[in-house]
């Protein structure tokens, strides 16, 4: 018998050519696949007659799937992905790429479009979530005026301190409101390098979506600054809007000056004598003995004259 020499790539080759025979083999639904899932999303939204209703649905780990919404007193969809299935002009459905939100948006909303919708997901498992959506006399004041969806602009707005002491907490905060709807994420940036959760909770991103505002809150805190921390921060939300700030890192140990008791400067200033005490009395020099012997006698020969 001949045995012939067999490398290491050749088995390693051959083993992944079998693996991916055997899976083809294989029923497709015996192929495990990622479940989609909803995320935390309002569940009740309201609007005034004459405005826009955006109803949001989130959903994670999507794939090949496709988002429906429809009433839930109805049968058929209002909307699959992108597409609109239905005559009223009213609806429509807004997705920007690589977003997991998918939202029903209905303009000029009018009470009969009050109710229960669905958002669901076309798989064999049922899943799905129900908005409600309460509409308002445009004269209500009902939830206050200021809250009206129409009233808010887009826009990123970024707040904290500009500088902190050494060992000092930085917090940022980040307001980002979308045009029709909530944004998707906000990153953080500095100096232009991506920031990031730290595994020891050292660096913190929190988030939190305001529904009825449109606006997503993104809140970074540094727990512990370092000199290495100074640098301009950016927050960035999915629609490309930015804003930045530069935060400065100040440490307090180099600037302190410490004085001795005899108010002497010892930090390597300039010598400073004390001449006189802060009373303002001078302080009294003892006169030599010869010194005085003299004045007492001119001024005694100075008495015998007159």
Known sequence: MVVLPVSGNFLASTALGLALMILSALPSDAIRYLRPMFNDMESNVTAYVGDSAVLEC??????????????????????????????DNSYSVEHADRSQIWALVIKNVQKEHAGDYECQISTKEDLNRTVSL????????TPAPTLRPQALLPAVKLGG?????????????????????????????KDG????????????????????TRTLVSTLRIKHSNMSDAGTYICRSTDLKVKGIYVSVLNSESTQIKRGTDGEKINGGSELRKTSDFSGQCTIQV????????????????????
């Open 287 to 306: 006169l030599p003995l010869h010194v005085l012997l003299f004045f007492y006698c001119v001024a005694y020969v100075m008495s015998n004259v007159h």
């Open 134 to 141: 309460t509409v308002l006399d445009a004269n209500s004041q």
């Open 193 to 212: 390098i991506k920031i990031k959760n730290s595994a020891s909770n050292t660096i913190q991103i929190t988030k939190h979506r305001m529904p009825v």
């Open 58 to 87: 989130s959903v994670r780990n999507l794939g090949t799937k496709s988002v429906i919404w429809k009433r839930k007193s109805e049968k058929h969809a209002l909307t699959i992905g992108d597409f609109v299935f239905t005559s």
């Open 161 to 189: 301190a500009d500088f902190v002491e050494k060992g000092n907490p930085i917090t940022l905060s980040c307001n980002a409101t979308g045009k029709v709807m909530t944004p998707d994420d906000i990153d953080w940036f």
